[in-house]
């Protein structure tokens, strides 16, 4: 018997929408799994723990979240935060102080979807704690700083550690797919001789140890313009934080928009399921948004932990999710209108939950 403690936090505006409606497919699937059992643990999190609270990211919710196997948390609209030092974004904490280094961004086309490029099936690994990210890669203070009125300065923070942890999950995720064992480096060693030399010497000492997967190098600016040429060539990609983040939200406009766009913050002990989209404020209570980011990111969530567990119910279930979401996708009565349909957020998840039981 296989057993997790899995947190659920769901966050602002939508979030408080499609979190829940991932959470029921997840029960949904493991229900038919009896020697899956999860202990669900609801978490305050964001604007509305700020209210309720008076702190958006309480130290109870830090120490609680060292129990768990990982948690889904939903989109955080701290954009909109207040400018008080309790109402901060979480993001930047949760990603340093559980070391999710790795940060897995799937980009895939599904019938009944309309996008841009239906053979795209890539997955982009994006190291999460550093380059030029300033609340993430220094012990103390920032590396985005201003020396005067009139210059501003930002340091990019490579190194060998983190960059071998990212490479590692892209090497075991291309074994896994079975699909066209490759991993592509992307990089920009030609002009950061150092810091992206850094970074290329890295998955070099990775792909030693996995002689069955091939390891390509593209430079970024060339990366992007074959990507949406031909993203068939591809199968999981690697690369540092900042370029990560663009590529990844490029490639999920080539399979129908970032609703479409999951996302798993992974490291050696934790996993966060996290969609890479907003929180939607405009959409939010109207019980339109599309959940299929958040369904997918919280059924990884669950896919990798089982992997990690050498679970195969919770593998098993994890694949059943897939399955019935692939079904739902195509049933305009049943998924959001942005998909093209005429169905709801709860809708939706009610269709797959159908599916499942």
Not at 63 to 77: F, R, V
Not at 194 to 205: A, I, N, Q, R, T
Not at 224 to 234: C, N, T
Not at 346 to 355: R, S, V
């Amino acid at each position: 018997m296989a057993e997790y403690r899995i947190g659920v936090l769901n966050g602002d505006d939508i979030g408080l929408e499609i979190v829940p409606v991932a959470v029921s497919v997840l029960k949904a699937a493991v229900a038919n799994h009896p020697d899956v059992k999860i202990e669900w643990v609801p978490l305050p999190i964001g604007y509305t723990s700020f209210k309720e609270n008076g702190k958006s990211l309480l130290p109870a919710v830090l120490d609680m979240l060292y129990t768990l196997d990982g948690w889904i948390l939903g989109p955080i609209g701290h954009m909109a935060y207040p400018k008080d030092p309790n109402c901060i974004n979480p993001h930047p904490i949760l990603r340093k102080n559980y070391d999710l280094v790795s940060n897995i961004r799937p980009a895939k086309a599904y019938p009944g979807v309309k996008c841009i490029n239906p053979s795209t099936d890539l997955i982009i690994v994006r190291e999460n704690n550093e380059g030029f990210q300033p609340d993430r890669n220094m012990y103390m203070g920032t590396s985005d700083c201003m020396p005067n009125p009139d210059m501003a300065l930002s340091l990019r923070v490579i190194t060998r550690r983190n960059s071998m942890m990212a490479a590692r999950t892209a090497f075991e995720l291309a074994r896994q797919r079975g699909g066209l064992k490759k991993v592509t480096m992307v990089h920009k060693n030609t002009v950061f001789k150092l810091g992206c030399g850094l970074f290329v010497d890295s998955c070099k000492d990775v792909a030693r140890d996995y002689p069955d997967i091939k390891l390509e190098s593209v430079i970024v600016d060339t990366f992007a313009m074959k990507m949406l040429m031909d993203p068939s060539q591809y199968d999981v990609v690697v690369t540092t934080n900042m370029f990560g983040d663009i590529l990844s939200d490029e490639a999920a406009g080539l399979v129908g928009g970032l609703g479409m766009a999951a996302g798993l913050c992974v490291g050696p002990e934790y996993a966060m399921a996290q969609a890479t989209h907003g929180s939607a404020p405009d959409i939010a209570g109207k019980n339109i948004a599309n959940p299929f980011a958040m369904i997918e990111s919280s059924r990884m969530l669950l896919s990798w932990l089982a992997n990690q567990k050498n679970d195969p119910e919770g593998i098993a279930a994890a694949e059943e999710i897939s399955q019935a979401m692939l079904l739902v996708l195509q049933d305009k009565a049943a998924v959001t209108p942005d998909l093209g349909g005429t169905g709801s957020t709860t809708k939706m998840g009610e269709a797959i939950c159908n599916i499942l039981s």
